[in-house]
């Protein structure tokens, strides 16, 4: 009898974590876009450390397979990260500003093909695509003519925003699920007859 029980409140202590997990994602996403320039300088060093345990990783895996076609491909491509994430860590602001400078001529050429794909296509959606490229085209032109000030603020801004949303995403699933466990505990529970409660037989068998 206390299987399901004792699952239910495995599954409900687990979906709490998750959910405390999330509040702890919404809490730093917060922080990060009052402080902007800290969230932007936290991300490129993760950026960076990433690169690096990355390019360990995938060296130590190149070396496992040497004597094979893909050996020295994998030293290269683990070289690269590795060169790149001590880059990063060691010039977490010219990296930002870099990055800055990419993102907005992504935002750029995204917002210019999506204005003129509307125009020459004249979809159903035409209206909201307009939207989307005049936003997009917006959104580039504005960190473009602030950079290298913008690298303070705009990925920081986006890796705050990320971690928002991942957090409430979070928290939403493990409320979700801990309510799904409770109701199917329940039902359970009242399928399931006490112990003390005599178990009749049919009244076919019983004649």
Known sequence: MNGPTTEGRKLSRSFGWLALL??????????????????TLTSMLLFGWLLLVGG??????????????????GVVVAALNIAAGVVVIKHPEGTAEALTMFAALLFLTGGVFR????????GPQMGWTLLQGAFGLLLGLLVLFDWPHSSLYVLGCFFSL????DGLGLIAIGIGGRRIVSMVSER???SVPAADEPITAPEDEQK
């Open 22 to 39: 999330g509040t702890l994602l919404v809490i730093a996403g917060i922080i990060g876009l009052i402080y902007t320039g800290v969230a």
């Open 56 to 73: 360990l990783v995938g060296l130590l895996h190149a070396i496992e397979s040497r004597g094979t076609s893909y050996f020295w491909l």
């Open 115 to 122: 204005l003129v794909g509307s125009v020459v296509v004249r």
């Open 162 to 165: 990320a971690l928002l949303f």
């Open 188 to 190: 359970l529970d009242e």
